[in-house]
């Protein structure tokens, strides 16, 4: 089996895959609630990183410390190198529940980011229109959130977060409102999209299988306060097809191994 | 459905005047004319120019006072909603307006403005403001977090969070609010008119009463009743057209 894997939580990556973002030390309190404490976590460039861990172990609260979004309550983020203290042109966030403007049209909604960086309406628009044909949503442009599938709006989240063309893109479980076959589909899709673009991407699941199936390196939280348990990198079937890598038996080990490793904490 | 929706408007404006017709016609009351005859009077004050004359006149303070409670409301009322601290000291000053009895104030201030057009104004206002307020700053509050976080994430600055998410997200409850601060501000300007001073159409209705002329009386009335409908009509129409993808309620999970 050739996957390399460590309890370390920071583990040297090879020269040409260095971080595109690194968190150091990040404690996260609300109130009382402790949610994330002292977790540091390296994400090398143009690869894709999955948080997996239990419901509520702080894996929204990671990815919106790593947009700006929230203040750590000590540690810090750095993005290419650059110290975060707050958004920044250089991510772009895909959300949990698609945070939609409701009285916008789908053109509106993928073009807002566009929108808030001043790029006129025309260009705008024709950005937007490509991403929505990109996501699958060709001939919706005009429709309007509510008339909208819940699949739809959140392909309506990924269309507006690639369109302002960021160097990292922060996914926090894109995929949880589509069906199983749609899902498989957006898995290809995301798969190609890592390759063809050299985008960081930092993506939450709840699915093993999925983090197993799409991630260069998957980081295992443990639950609150959330720590760093095990960096797995799935190495073997990268390169293999869309259809063979769910054949690929270090694909199902590596999905084994995780479920041995978290289920002590379900049960 | 637009049809369907207009079919049973009119339906329920017929059994309405239907129901006052025989009631006039029974009668409830000797003072209660039948629908015929209060729609008579009000063709004939329409028709001898009686009717323009007061409304001329008693549209000045509802139109100065709903335009100051709109613009006014609005605007404290998003800072209420905005900043906590205007929040403390602002929201009760409405709260207690709007739970004041205002036929209790209105000797105050004539005492402070006299009978002119001020005190009829401050009367529409204070009946209007509260609840437009009150309306705009809880609308603001509740703005859904995630949408403001959406926008910070993709660079909006504070005035765009503030115009193209938090004014958009608030405006049905904005509206709702206008739509009842225009109805009180209409009854505001009535009242002004039966306790200040007899002007325009409160003194069709005062005049009309005294000499039991109760077609009149309640043609006035009825006028003012319409004109009311008429404009909340017109303030959803603005509503509708300038926040399309509104109407049909948010888009929950
Ligand atoms: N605004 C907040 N105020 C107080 N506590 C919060 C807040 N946001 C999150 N928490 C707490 O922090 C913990 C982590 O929340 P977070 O949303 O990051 O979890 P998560 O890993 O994304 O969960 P899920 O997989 O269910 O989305 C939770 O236990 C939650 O109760
Ligand atoms: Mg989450």
Not at chain 1, 80 to 108: C, E, H, Y
Not at chain 1, 162 to 178: K, N, R
Request: charged share 20%; with cysteine; proline share 5%.
């Amino acid at each position: 089996m050739d996957m390399s894997q460590t309890d370390a939580p920071i583990e040297p990556v090879d020269a040409a895959h260095e971080s595109a973002v690194s968190t150091r030390n990040i404690s996260k309190n609300y109130g009382e609630v402790e949610a994330l404490r002292d977790l540091s976590l390296e994400f090398p460039r143009g690869q894709l990183t999955s948080l997996l861990g239990p419901s509520g172990c702080g894996k929204t609260t990671l990815l919106k410390i790593i947009a700006g979004l929230l203040e750590p309550t000590s540690g810090e983020v750095e993005v290419n190198g650059k110290t975060v203290t707050g958004p920044g042109p250089d991510r772009a966030f895909v959300f949990q529940d698609f945070a939609l403007l409701p009285w916008a049209s789908v053109i509106r909604n993928v073009a807002f980011g566009l929108e808030m960086r001043g790029v006129p309406k025309a260009e705008r628009e024709d950005r937007a229109a490509h991403y929505i044909k990109e996501v699958g949503l060709g001939g919706f442009e005009n429709a309007y959130p509510h008339e909208l599938s819940g699949g739809m709006r959140q392909r309506v989240g990924l269309a507006r977060a690639l369109s302002v063309d960021s160097q990292v893109l922060l996914m926090d479980e894109p995929f949880s409102a589509v069906d199983e076959q749609t899902r498989r589909k957006f898995q290809e899709d995301l798969l190609n999209l890592v390759r063809n673009e050299n985008k960081t991407f930092i993506f939450v699941t709840h699915s093993i299988e999925e983090a197993v199936y799409v991630s260069d390196q998957i980081a295992i939280l443990l639950p609150r306060p959330s720590r760093v348990s095990e960096i797995i990198r799935p190495t073997g079937f990268r390169h293999k097809d869309a259809d063979n890598i769910r054949r690929d038996p270090e694909y199902l080990d590596i999905v084994d191994q995780i479920w041995a490793s978290l289920r002590t904490y379900v049960e | 459905m637009v049809s369907r929706s207009l079919l049973l408007k009119i339906l329920s404006a017929l059994i309405l005047f239907g129901a006052w017709e025989i009631a006039g016609r029974i009668p409830v009351s000797l003072a209660f004319p039948t629908f015929l005859e209060s729609m008579s009077a009000l063709f004939r004050m329409m028709g001898d120019g009686t009717l323009w004359v007061a409304y001329a006149e008693t549209l000045q303070p509802l139109v100065v006072g709903v335009a100051i409670s709109a613009f006014l409301g609005i605007g404290i009322g998003l800072w209420v909603g905005l900043s906590k601290t205007f929040d403390w000291l602002f929201s009760p000053i409405f709260i207690v307006m709007q739970a004041a009895p205002l036929a209790a104030l209105i000797p105050l201030l004539v005492l402070a403005y006299g009978i002119g057009l001020t005190s009829k104004v401050l009367v529409v206002c204070i009946m209007a403001m509260p609840v437009i307020v009150l309306n705009t700053s809880s609308a603001v509050r509740n703005t859904p977090n995630s949408m403001k976080e959406m926008a910070r994430s993709y660079l909006a600055s504070d005035l765009d969070v503030i115009l193209k998410v938090i004014i958009p997200a608030a405006s049905p409850v904005i509206f709702a609010g206008l739509r009842l601060g225009v109805s009180a501000g209409f009854i505001g300007a009535i009242l002004a008119e039966l306790k200040i001073t007899p002007t325009g159409v409160g003194d069709i209705i005062t005049f009309s009463r005294s000499i039991a002329d109760y077609p009149s009386m309640y043609a006035a009335i009825f006028s003012i009743i319409l004109l009311a409908v008429l404009f909340l009509n017109l303030l959803e129409a603005i509503e509708s057209t300038l926040f399309k993808g509104n109407q049909r309620g948010y888009v929950s999970d």
